[in-house]
């Protein structure tokens, strides 16, 4: 495979995809890295249109009582904060990774289902315009948390849960034809030679990714369903007094829940195994063990949904089932971690941008799994359960898990992208004040969990008010940092020092991500093409 310029590969594109200039290219396109741009671009905004709700929470709560906002605006700003990050954010940008990087990684000319691809995307800004257009209807938006429990959803939520019900079907179709269409490139158009156990860990995460897309989608879309039903049609699935559960319903959406944190977190193991080892100058420690720990993660993932609900009243038996299984899932992720140690470990370290925010991932998201082993002992998650050391936990995962691997995915292959190298400068003062300020967000939330802060309330008690004004400083500072990211983003593709074919000093490297050196980073040539 040869290494393309950034003008063939300009040339290559126009020649294959014939797309129209301007507008038009961007909507009709089914180029694979437009495709690419157009979700790391939507992802981004939501990105900062979900932390603008998260910074009229923190607002709120940055003194006890209630000052800014009503109590039931409160709960829609929760409710849709947590939609935006899960479905608007965190998704899309790994999908926009997945359009720009696996064709490249295997060798293939493009997306297996080109049209399919353009299709999955542009459903998506129509199904967020809906759910944001639901918080100006009369009644409000959503107003029952992110997870949508029965009965709020169904007997106490207002008339908009038509429009969250709908633009959440089609954030699930999205994820389905984008799911099928990786699986489908990955099967059928890897380059002569590409075997199995020598594909990328990022390619092999995506597609453990999208199987489990295709397995928990369809579940999360029953359950929307149903809520749909029971609120304007009359049944009761979820409604005691016509013979329903309104526990079946945490036991349907769980089912898709937790495997649904996995899909927002599989993807991120693929982006530090490639970031690692390049900036240790090593190839990757235990390659083998990475992908088996990739699918036993997978796997377990569908048995443990129920420790999201210790203390709905299970039988002894299943409590220590679901405990049991909780704790055995730390086991591969801890494979993960070690493998990650073991690469830098004597390597030629060299700490730029990305590998500043892998080393941080490493450290943040470990935190977040020992709070989660916390919270799978069930007698002491009884004390944790919805209490903010629950929200500190999750977001440990989420931003400094998901988000922050984003973050380094991003600044490692912008100048791949754009042709230019960004401001190391810039990306240094973006990860310091990120890693500082989201710490002093998220950390405190850990002891005012423990002392029995409830999550999702407004208002509280005067004793956790120095706390809380802590953390809301924490999270303006956070969301603030994000706008040098913005800045930097812009910068470099508007201009600026012209990327080498190899952007990372001592970038031989790279090519250890693969147990064999096939330069798969590189822009590589098209079988058609050669």
Same mark, same amino acid.
């Given at each position: 495979?040869?290494?393309?310029?950034?003008?063939?590969?300009?040339?290559?594109?126009?020649?294959?995809?014939?797309?129209?200039?301007?507008?038009?290219?961007?909507?009709?396109?089914?180029?694979?890295?437009?495709?690419?741009?157009?979700?790391?671009?939507?992802?981004?905004?939501?990105?900062?249109?979900?932390?603008?709700?998260?910074?009229?929470?923190?607002?709120?709560?940055?003194?006890?009582?209630?000052?800014?906002?009503?109590?039931?605006?409160?709960?829609?700003?929760?409710?849709?904060?947590?939609?935006?990050?899960?479905?608007?954010?965190?998704?899309?940008?790994?999908?926009?990774?997945?359009?720009?990087?696996?064709?490249?990684?295997?060798?293939?000319?493009?997306?297996?289902?080109?049209?399919?691809?353009?299709?999955?995307?542009?459903?998506?800004?129509?199904?967020?315009?809906?759910?944001?257009?639901?918080?100006?209807?009369?009644?409000?938006?959503?107003?029952?948390?992110?997870?949508?429990?029965?009965?709020?959803?169904?007997?106490?939520?207002?008339?908009?849960?038509?429009?969250?019900?709908?633009?959440?079907?089609?954030?699930?179709?999205?994820?389905?034809?984008?799911?099928?269409?990786?699986?489908?490139?990955?099967?059928?158009?890897?380059?002569?030679?590409?075997?199995?156990?020598?594909? +990328? *860990? /990022?390619?092999?995460?995506?597609?453990?990714? !999208?199987?489990?897309? @295709? #397995?928990?989608?369809?579940? =999360?879309?029953? $359950?929307?369903?149903?809520?749909?039903?029971?609120?304007?049609?009359?049944?009761?699935?979820?409604?005691?007094?016509?013979?329903?559960?309104?526990?079946?319903?945490?036991?349907?959406?769980?089912?898709?829940?937790?495997?649904?944190?996995?899909?927002?977190?599989?993807?991120?193991?693929?982006?530090?195994?490639?970031?690692?080892?390049?900036?240790?100058?090593? +190839? *990757? /420690?235990?390659?083998?063990?990475?992908?088996? !720990?990739?699918?036993? @993660? #997978?796997?377990?993932?569908? =048995?443990?949904? $129920?420790?999201?609900?210790?203390?709905?009243?299970?039988?002894?038996?299943?409590?220590?089932?679901?405990?049991?299984?909780?704790?055995?899932?730390?086991?591969?992720?801890?494979?993960?971690?070690?493998?990650?140690?073991?690469?830098?470990?004597?390597?030629?370290?060299?700490?730029?941008?990305?590998?500043?925010?892998?080393?941080?991932?490493?450290?943040?998201?470990?935190?977040?799994?020992?709070?989660?082993?916390?919270? !799978?002992?069930?007698?002491?998650?009884?004390?944790?359960?919805?209490?903010?050391?629950?929200?500190?936990?999750?977001?440990?995962?989420?931003?400094?898990?998901?988000?922050?691997?984003?973050?380094?995915?991003?600044?490692?292959?912008?100048?791949?992208?754009?042709?230019?190298?960004?401001?190391?400068?810039?990306?240094?003062?973006?990860?310091?004040?990120?890693?500082?300020?989201?710490?002093?967000?998220?950390?405190?939330?850990?002891?005012?969990?423990?002392?029995?802060?409830?999550?999702?309330?407004?208002?509280?008690?005067?004793?956790?008010?120095?706390?809380?004004?802590?953390?809301?400083?924490?999270?303006?500072?956070?969301?603030?940092?994000?706008?040098?990211?913005?800045?930097?983003?812009?910068?470099?593709?508007?201009?600026?020092?012209?990327?080498?074919?190899?952007?990372?000093?001592?970038?031989?490297?790279?090519?250890?991500?693969?147990?064999?050196?096939?330069?798969?980073?590189?822009?590589?040539?098209?079988?058609?093409?050669?």
């Amino acid at each position: 495979m040869s290494t393309l310029t950034q003008d063939q590969i300009a040339s290559h594109d126009e020649h294959h995809h014939g797309a129209p200039k301007g507008i038009m290219r961007w909507i009709l396109t089914t180029n694979h890295k437009d495709i690419g741009t157009l979700y790391l671009w939507f992802s981004f905004i939501m990105f900062l249109t979900g932390g603008a709700m998260a910074m009229v929470i923190r607002a709120e709560l940055f003194q006890p009582g209630l000052q800014l906002v009503e109590p039931n605006f409160f709960n829609q700003m929760t409710t849709v904060h947590g939609l935006i990050m899960v479905f608007g954010a965190v998704m899309p940008a790994f999908t926009g990774l997945a359009n720009w990087l696996i064709p490249m990684m295997i060798g293939a000319p493009d997306m297996a289902l080109p049209r399919m691809n353009n299709w999955s995307f542009w459903i998506l800004p129509f199904a967020f315009t809906i759910l944001l257009s639901s918080l100006f209807m009369e009644g409000g938006g959503p107003n029952f948390g992110w997870t949508f429990y029965a009965p709020l959803s169904t007997t106490y939520s207002p008339d908009s849960t038509a429009l969250f019900v709908f633009s959440i079907h089609i954030m699930g179709i999205s994820s389905i034809m984008g799911a099928i269409n990786v699986i489908v490139t990955i099967v059928n158009l890897r380059a002569p030679g590409m075997t199995w156990m020598k594909l +990328p *860990l /990022f390619v092999w995460t995506w597609l453990i990714t !999208a199987f489990l897309l @295709i #397995a928990v989608m369809p579940v =999360l879309a029953g $359950a929307v369903t149903m809520v749909l039903t029971d609120k304007f049609f009359g049944t009761s699935f979820f409604e005691a007094a016509g013979g329903g559960d309104p526990v079946m319903f945490q036991h349907i959406f769980w089912f898709f829940g937790h495997p649904e944190v996995y899909i927002m977190i599989l993807p991120s193991f693929g982006i530090i195994s490639a970031i690692v080892p390049a900036f240790s100058r090593k +190839p *990757l /420690f235990g390659y083998a063990s990475m992908v088996y !720990a990739t699918a036993s @993660i #997978a796997i377990l993932s569908f =048995l443990v949904w $129920a420790h999201h609900m210790f203390t709905t009243g299970m039988p002894v038996f299943a409590e220590l089932f679901f405990m049991y299984c909780t704790m055995l899932i730390a086991v591969p992720t801890g494979v993960k971690v070690f493998n990650w140690v073991a690469t830098m470990w004597r390597g030629s370290l060299s700490f730029e941008t990305p590998m500043l925010f892998a080393v941080a991932f490493i450290i943040l998201f470990t935190i977040g799994g020992f709070s989660g082993l916390m919270l !799978a002992i069930t007698p002491a998650d009884f004390q944790y359960h919805d209490t903010y050391f629950v929200v500190a936990h999750f977001h440990y995962v989420l931003v400094t898990g998901a988000i922050f691997s984003i973050m380094a995915a991003a600044y490692y292959w912008l100048p791949k992208w754009t042709g230019h190298m960004y401001s190391e400068r810039l990306g240094q003062w973006h990860f310091w004040c990120s890693v500082i300020s989201v710490n002093v967000l998220f950390f405190p939330m850990h002891f005012l969990g423990l002392a029995g802060m409830p999550r999702r309330i407004p208002d509280y008690s005067i004793q956790f008010a120095d706390v809380n004004q802590i953390v809301s400083i924490g999270g303006f500072a956070f969301g603030l940092s994000q706008l040098i990211f913005l800045v930097l983003v812009i910068k470099c593709i508007r201009g600026g020092e012209k990327a080498p074919a190899k952007p990372w000093e001592g970038s031989e490297g790279l090519e250890w991500t693969l147990p064999s050196p096939a330069p798969y980073h590189s822009f590589t040539t098209p079988p058609e093409v050669k």
